[in-house]
């Protein structure tokens, strides 16, 4: 049986929670040990905590290394939002204590992203020291290639719009030509073909991992999304 939700809360850490990110992020003690500047031993301790605490197993064990179950999947989920949301705080915190404001994040439905959201971020040019971002949430990989592209040439402003959702880009992009976004390239080539964007004559080096398709190790794959696979896998030969 579950503990409740006040004692979880007296008996959880965030730093126990912190544990959890490296460890799915390496599948490996030793290296999210490391990462959070623990020893193993102390590494092994916070987990078998957390696992004490929440009265479950989080994570199986094996010689290749350490993987989450399902319900280890669940609390990792929770654990990136709560250290994301402590990121945020301390932004906040930091833009009250330099007096150029916090952070708003706005959720909004598609219909209402043209004729409402977006004509309510615009800022009057007489505002702006420099072009204002669109930038990927920073817990996106994406993100990573905006920032550091960005130290390097353009220094990013305090206030930097984030946004995962292309269409909401592309409509911000038009209504506020003071605007700069970083696309893929396939992307950024529709979208100046069809007057929709256009593209800056920067080269940007991407510091972004290479992607693939995850499956569940040890599960065989139904018919639709073997398929699909095998498709994904026939472009992307035909490509190179």
């Not at 965030?14 to 990110?21: A, H, N």
């Amino acid at each position: 049986m579950l503990p409740n939700a006040d004692s979880i809360a007296a008996r959880l850490r965030l730093k126990q929670l912190r544990l959890l990110i490296p460890l799915d992020d390496h599948g490996s003690l030793h290296r999210a040990a490391d990462e959070m500047a623990l020893t193993q031993p102390g590494a092994t301790k916070a987990l078998r905590e957390i696992e004490a605490t929440l009265g479950v197993t989080l994570f199986t064990r094996s010689a290749q290394g350490i993987q989450p179950n399902e319900l280890g999947r669940c609390v990792i989920r929770y654990a990136r939002l709560i250290h994301m949301d402590v990121a945020h705080l301390r932004e906040e915190m930091a833009g009250i204590l330099q007096g150029t404001g916090g952070r708003l994040a706005i959720g909004a439905i598609t219909g209402a992203v043209s004729g409402v959201l977006v004509d309510a971020p615009r800022m009057e040019l007489a505002e702006l020291a420099s072009s204002r971002w669109i930038v990927y949430p920073s817990i996106m990989p994406s993100a990573a290639s905006t920032s550091g592209s960005s130290r390097k040439r353009l220094p990013l402003p305090l206030h930097p719009v984030e946004t995962a959702s292309t269409i909401t880009t592309v409509l911000l992009l038009q209504s506020d030509p003071t605007l700069v976004a970083m696309m893929p390239l396939d992307m950024a080539t529709f979208l100046a073909g069809h007057g929709l964007a256009k593209r800056l004559a920067i080269a940007v080096r991407s510091r972004t991992e290479p992607y693939g398709v995850v499956t569940r190790k040890g599960v065989a794959l139904p018919a639709p999304a073997r398929l699909a696979l095998e498709e994904l896998t026939r472009q992307k030969t035909a490509d190179r």
